[in-house]
């Protein structure tokens, strides 16, 4: 199965610092880039799991006795980690986001090139997609799903019309999408806001932010004194959650201080940002948007 070049490889499997014997956990998958890269710095005694809850990586796998792959969403870590028998680790990496194949397999409908049915589901077991959230949601919940998930400053108005042309027909593919939106897409930002419709849709579908906390919140407890995260985002919804959960283990809010106005916090960040050169953005457009952050645990 055809899966893109991994975004910021090298940067990303650095960042975790890798020890022969050690323990990793690659989060997402896909196409198995950022895993092998993994596999070749482990020795004959490490260990590397990883999580897909996609069907399609599946058919990746890699043959080797020291990895183990997982058909599962990230949020359920530290759970699937204990079934097999591991309470702490050594680092974590995590690729946000959607995968190249996702957006080049036309029938997911992830991608704005291609006219799809409404699904957008990540894990195609899910009952909830894109048709749903379309065709079922109310104007508050689509409002809502538009302005927070996809930034959009017309999210009530988009709204308006969605349930407006509902009460004569169902909107089943993304060509009506597009054909119900028409005017909120002037031609020369059309892609642009198609990409933000598209995004708001897929992170409610998919349950990308509460995922995100979730899996977040559990890190700390994992990962070992001294284990790394290394985590590439690709929005700044995403990558705010990341910077502050780094910066104050809460994300939102300040930690609580103690008499001297001091506090602990369980992480702390190594280097700075780390964005991709021009030369991989130029071979890989996918890296355009991404943004590393490493961080290790006190």
Known sequence: MEYHNPVLLKETVDGLNIKEDGVYVDVTFGGGGHSKEILKRLG??????????DLDALENTIDDSRFQLINENFRYIKRFLRFYGVKEVDGILADFGVSSHQFDVAERGFSTRFEADLDMRMNQKNQLSAFHVINEYDEEQLKNVFFQYGELRAAAAMAKVIIEHRKDAVIKTSEELKEVLSKFLP????NKVLAQIYQAIRIEVNQEIEALKEFLEQTPEVLKQGGRLSFISYHSLEDRLVKRFIRNGLFE???ERDMY?????PLKKINGLIVPSKEEIK???RARSAKLRIAEKL
Not at 44 to 52: M, P, S, T, V
């Open 44 to 53: 004959e005694k490490g260990r590397l799991f990883a999580f897909d809850q």
């Open 187 to 190: 031609p020369r930002h059309e």
């Open 253 to 255: 809010g300040e930690p």
């Open 261 to 265: 106005g001091n506090f602990t916090v």
């Open 283 to 285: 071979t890989n457009s």
